[in-house]
């Protein structure tokens, strides 16, 4: 094992809750991003970006939270570049004990005719608004937004002045996932090589991964310079993602003898976290994604498994355990008490209070009722069912009878629960599944589009559970719902309602500046 104490530190810059929040249908609870930037704080991460606080009143009172309750990272709020979002961004993380502000504008031509700046007007903001933001916090963070598509000898001017101004890191976004990796590096060097000042700040690296290279693109840029990458839980964010954190901490962990960086992250909190993210944010991570995908570290094939079993380092660069991933496959059934529950979900980096632990054990009870053997993806399920959640939400599913088969139609016989009074109705459909939706917008008439509608079997064997994602989508608000059953149809009637629960939620809520969340 290489020892890295004398290496250089890279930096671990998370945006979960912030552009990983940004991803549509990602939104997360006030409760969630808490406990997640606890879990972020608890594994390492250098640097959190809490949230947006200018968006809405709910971001705001997200990043001022996360900064309270913070202990070792740095807390750190995003705000375009004007004061009013600044000195709203510095109300939020000034209860940090360490607190940043980044503030960011669009440099490149495509974005400097949106904000209608001439370039020399552009200079004349950054150095305001940086010089601002200074004079507030003693950290700040500068972004020119599409940096990569920026002209060179401009990018060098506006980095210059920002430096200037007081900012003590400059971040180079690939806001697109345009880049290359050699391009990524030589873009870094170039800064580094020709802004004066350079070498008295932190640079760093927000990639994209629009074209897949997000991760590639990061690492290039750390081996010209950059100590600061910026990145993502499961890679969530706009589009095709961000960064993927774990991808980037398990490279330079992994490969040290050729990357010699060091982070401050304790790798075996990946997969808990991993999981945390991918059941609030309702976004699933893919079978063979890297790191954390579930087909990640198993291994089909015979000469694989005969391989694997001989000695791990055959087919396995890494162990699971680096990762947090507990080989068990002690399965739970009825007779588990409360205990072991816990135990078990603390092990899949889950870590319940009291009540939570309660409401999770009677559903786990009803599970095993119905099943006899329960695996930790049943668990992982469990855990994401944001049907659950809803449990104070204005519709429940009370009764739900469907009768399909080869005859054409098919139907539901459905009661819903709206707002504390029982409600019935049969609907017909094509399928029993759409008999279904049919039923309950019979009972509760809406105008939200439904975008993704996802079925996925949590374990094998003809008992297991099926996980249902639903998407909808009401005047550009995304929302996601998710629920496991043993019954498809049961599932896809909770997942629906949950995802309208959301919904009505947002509407009361609403976001009083919407398009401040469009970076
Ligand atoms: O992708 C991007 O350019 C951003 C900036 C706000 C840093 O997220
Ligand atoms: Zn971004």
């Known amino acids: 094992m290489t020892n890295t104490r004398d290496q250089d530190r890279v930096l671990i810059f998370d945006t979960t809750l912030r552009d990983g929040e940004q991803s549509p249908g990602a939104t997360m609870t006030h409760d969630e991003k808490l406990e997640i930037a606890e879990m972020l704080d ?22 001022r939270d996360i900064a309270r309750q913070s202990k070792t990272s740095v807390i750190c709020g995003l705000a375009r570049a004007n004061f009013k979002d600044i000195d709203r961004a510095w109300e939020a993380v000034q209860h940090a004990a360490r607190p940043r502000i980044h503030t960011f504008i669009g440099t490149s031509p495509l974005h400097r005719e949106i904000t209608k700046l001439t370039q020399d007007e552009m200079v004349e903001r950054i150095e305001a608004t940086v010089t601002h933001a200074r004079n507030l916090c003693d950290n700040v963070q500068w972004s020119p937004m599409d940096a990569t598509r920026t002209e060179h000898d401009y990018l060098c001017r506006v980095v210059e002045i920002a430096i200037k101004c007081g900012a003590t890191t400059i971040n180079i976004p690939d806001t697109v996932g345009y880049t290359a990796p050699r391009e990524s590096a030589d873009l870094i060097a170039m800064l580094l090589d020709r802004v004066p000042g350079a070498d008295e700040v932190v640079f760093a690296t927000h990639c994209h991964n629009d074209l897949g290279m997000a991760t590639a693109n990061a690492l290039a840029a ?48 990946i997969m808990g976290i991993s999981r945390k993210v991918a059941a609030v944010s309702g976004f699933a991570v893919q079978y063979n994604k890297a790191i954390v995908g579930k087909n990640a570290f198993a291994h ?56 939570q632990l309660n409401d999770v054990f009677v559903r786990f009870k009803a599970l095993a009722d119905r099943k006899k053997e329960i695996y930790d993806d049943d668990l992982i399920a469990l855990m994401r069912d944001s049907s659950a959640d809803e449990g104070h ?32 109705v049969t609907a017909q459909g094509d399928g029993p599944v759409d008999a279904t939706f049919n039923a309950v917008k019979a009972l509760f008439p809406h105008n939200a589009h439904l975008q993704l509608y996802q079925v996925h079997a949590v374990t094998g064997g003809t008992d297991a559970q099926a996980t249902v994602s639903v998407r909808m989508e009401e005047d550009g608000k ?35 500046d919407d398009t401040a969340t469009a970076v």
Not at 227 to 248: D, F, H, K, P, S
Not at 335 to 346: N, V, W
């Open 42 to 63: 608890d594994m390492g991460v250098d640097i959190i970006e809490a949230g947006f606080p200018i968006a809405s009143e709910g971001d705001f009172e997200a990043v």
């Open 222 to 269: 750390v081996e010209a310079g950059a100590r600061q990458i910026e990145c993502t839980i499961n890679g969530l964010g706009e589009r095709a993602g961000n960064t993927a954190l774990e991808e980037v901490v398990m490279a330079l962990k992994v490969r040290n003898d050729i990357m010699p960086f060091a982070t401050g992250i304790d790798t075996t909190r």
């Open 300 to 355: 089909e094939s015979g000469i694989h498994q005969d391989g694997v079993l001989k000695n791990a380092e055959t087919f396995e660069i890494m162990r699971p355990e680096d990762i947090g991933l507990t080989a068990t496959n002690l399965v739970m059934g009825k007779h588990s008490g409360r205990a072991a529950l816990r135990a078990k979900l603390k092990e899949l980096g889950f870590d319940l209070g009291d009540n």
């Open 393 to 424: 939400g204005r519709l429940q599913v009370k009764f739900l009878r469907v009768i399909c088969g080869t005859e054409a139609p098919q139907s539901a016989d459905l009661t819903l629960t709206i707002d504390g009074v029982d409600h019935q």
């Open 478 to 512: 995304i929302v996601t719902g998710q629920s496991s059953d043993t019954d498809t149809v049961v599932a896809s009637a909770k997942a629906y309602v949950a995802a309208l629960n959301r919904l009505l939620v947002r509407r009361e809520k609403g976001k009083p």
